[in-house]
């Protein structure tokens, strides 16, 4: 689609987009800001929010835990999402419809929802450890990702590369692994990075189930925002940016960034 | 018989996470609601009794529907021009929408934390402009909430329906022109509706996103800008309500499945393209 764009919708368009950055530069002006208090312009200038961030323990360990939870959660989403999106392109016949749909609730049902009900029955009826229940909570979370990105790439996936391996002898399992896996891979790393970044940023679900000693990155930061308002915060959410940036250099390095707009 | 159970075999393990910790923990949590001492769907009398309560419902609404309203006016023209814009300008485009959206919610939201404060650059502005003589609030309003909700979904709005403006035929445009439809002509009859179905999904998504939002309101609306959230937060964990909890979540859930099924009726009813 190509028509001449009037100059007021470039303007216009142009002024959405400095502002949808403009925030982000303005948290990195207050985190180097020599002041108590959180404020832009910068007055003066200090790397002291940033070490004082390595001297809060409770932002190194739940910064830790936001990872392993992030990580495993991500690794168990794709573990038996992928084998999901397999069957589903691959049997779709013999599977019923509604099945694909399953997928899609995690999506629709409230993730603040998710972690309410999460809390009530996995941790306090069924007595489950609050690492675990985050972590499952967490695959839930991302396995619409698991799913639909990898099932998007085996929907153009030619089976019959697959049943000409197999017919030459090769056994099933290592079929998927040498000839189908290989050529979803992009569909594979899509599907890690957005549920990785989506599990590292969640708040919703880790709201209720964190509990004492076990924390999440974001709800530390919420926390600690109820107690202070000094540039600490900024910091951290600098250190945030940077791993969006590095994930962002990722996407671009192997899907390319316009693969997000599909 | 293990060939004809291979597909459940495989999509077995997922299904069950699904059905284990989602459908029946969240399932119990619907069933709570209408199981409680007081009698059938007495929770609900409770919720809708109380005028703090209503309140909070009313306004989540509102602020949802304005957040969406605005965020599908910004986010069609920020994606008109994306997807008009030659190869290089739009890559950055993209990557000024991509960058907030893969940015946490409780940062994107603490940027406003900083814009709208006491000692914020919007404050500071308006001192040296000489509009006021001393810093306003300006958080803990409905106004901040929205103004967060929007930038957060925003980017959102853009990449959904640059991906839809995009696949519009140019031939079915330069049809339009060729035969005499004035430019607005052309936008109002051939690519809104086209475009419609993207906008639908995208403004679902702007909708339920909001009404189901806890970080932001939190953050910007505090205790005096309560929604669904932020109560459902409140009557869980600090007054221990759990059947009052179970109540707010139900009503979330209520109002996101009808909006998500209702909407996905009308976009396929007003897709042009189908059958």
Known sequence: MRTTLHPALIVIASIIFIILIAPLFIILGAAVSDTNYLTFPPQGFTMRWFTNIFEIS????????????????TFLAL?????????LNRFRIRLPSWLSNVFVLPILVPEIVLGFSLMKSVTINLGLPVFATLMLGHALLVLPYAVRVVGASLASFDFSIE???????????????????????????????????TSINDVSISLFLTGPGISTLP???????????????????????????????????????????K | MIK?????????????????????????????????????????????????RRTVLYRTIEISLITTVISVILGFIAAYVVAQMPGRLKSIMI????????????????AWLILLGKNGILNSALLSMGIISEPISMLYTEGAVIAAMVYLFVPLMILTLAGVLEGIPKDVVEAATSLGAAPFAVFRQVILPL???????????????????????????????????TLLY??????????????????????????VMLMTRLARRLNPMAG
């Not at chain 1, 671009?252 to 693969?259: H, M, V």
Request: glycine content about 8%; overall charge neutral; charged content about 5%.
């Open chain 2, 4 to 52: 004809r159970l291979s597909p459940w075999i495989l999509a077995g393990p997922a299904s069950l996470l699904v059905l284990v910790f989602l459908i029946l923990p969240v399932g119990s949590t619907l069933i709570a609601t209408f199981t409680d001492a007081k009698g059938w769907a007495a929770p609900y009398a409770t919720f809708f009794n109380s005028g703090f």
């Open chain 2, 195 to 229: 475009a419609m179905p993207g906008l639908i999904v995208g403004a679902v998504l702007v909708f339920t996103g909001s009404f189901t939002s806890y970080a932001t309101p939190q953050l910007l609306g505090g205790e005096r800008q309560m929604m669904m959230g």
């Open chain 1, 79 to 87: 573990l038996i999402g992928i084998p999901a999106a397999y069957a």
């Open chain 1, 219 to 261: 709800i530390q930061i919420l926390a600690h925002m109820e107690q202070f308002f000094d540039p600490t915060i900024a910091s951290v959410s600098v250190l945030l940016m940077l791993l969006t940036v590095g994930v962002m250099a990722i996407v671009e390095a192997t899907l390319g960034l316009t693969f997000l707009t």
């Open chain 1, 58 to 73: 409770a932002f190194r360990t739940t910064a830790i835990t936001s990872l392993q939870i992030a990580f495993f959660g």
């Open chain 2, 95 to 110: 990557i000024a929408a991509v960058f907030p959206l893969l940015t946490g919610v409780v940062v994107r939201s603490f």
């Open chain 1, 163 to 197: 049943e000409a391996a197999i017919s030459l002898g090769c056994p099933p399992l290592k079929t998927f692994l040498t000839v189908v896996l290989p050529n979803i891979s992009a569909g594979v790393i899509a599907a890690f990075i957005l549920a990785f970044i």
């Open chain 2, 234 to 259: 409140q009557r869980a964990m600090v007054t221990f309500d759990w059947t009052g909890a179970s109540t707010v979540a139900a009503i979330m859930v209520v109002v996101t499945i009808a909006i």
